[in-house]
């Protein structure tokens, strides 16, 4: 049975960067799409980026130009790292694995993602 594990989160400080990991077990990642995800408190879960199995990526306009998704399939991980944070990037984040499909990592819908991690709480604040 496929588990995600995100990790990673903590606290960043406005226009720092923090980088979140997302692991697999029990599973290969190779022929899925992972999407990381995030919820803010109040706030309604949004998609921030999504990539195929083979490394098509797709990314929230709030977080292009400044997060960027990548995956090592060796170690069964996808990374998204995360620079020049903002306040409003607070939320906790969740990584998902969904069908590698192009029209799932282009729409990056959560409905389209089967299993979810945990998740890992990100604070940006100074």
């Known amino acids: 049975q496929l588990q995600l594990v995100e990790s990673g989160g903590g606290l960043g400080q406005p226009g720092g960067s923090l980088r979140l990991s997302c692991t697999a077990s029990g599973y290969t990642l190779d022929y899925n799409a992972i999407g990381w995800f995030r919820q803010a408190p109040g706030k309604e879960r949004e998609a921030v980026s999504c990539?195929?199995?083979?490394?098509?990526?797709h990314y929230a306009g709030s977080v292009t130009g400044r997060f960027t998704i990548s995956r090592d399939n060796a170690k069964n991980t996808v990374y998204l790292q995360m620079n020049s944070l903002k306040p409003e990037d607070t939320a906790a984040y969740y990584c998902?694995?969904?069908?590698?499909?192009?029209?799932?990592?282009?729409?990056?819908?959560?409905?389209?993602?089967?299993?979810w991690g945990q998740g890992t709480q990100v604070a940006v604040s100074s």
């Open positions: 998902a694995a969904g069908p590698s499909r192009i029209s799932v990592v282009r729409a990056c819908d959560a409905k389209d993602f089967h299993s």
């Open positions: 990539i195929s199995g083979d490394g098509v990526s």
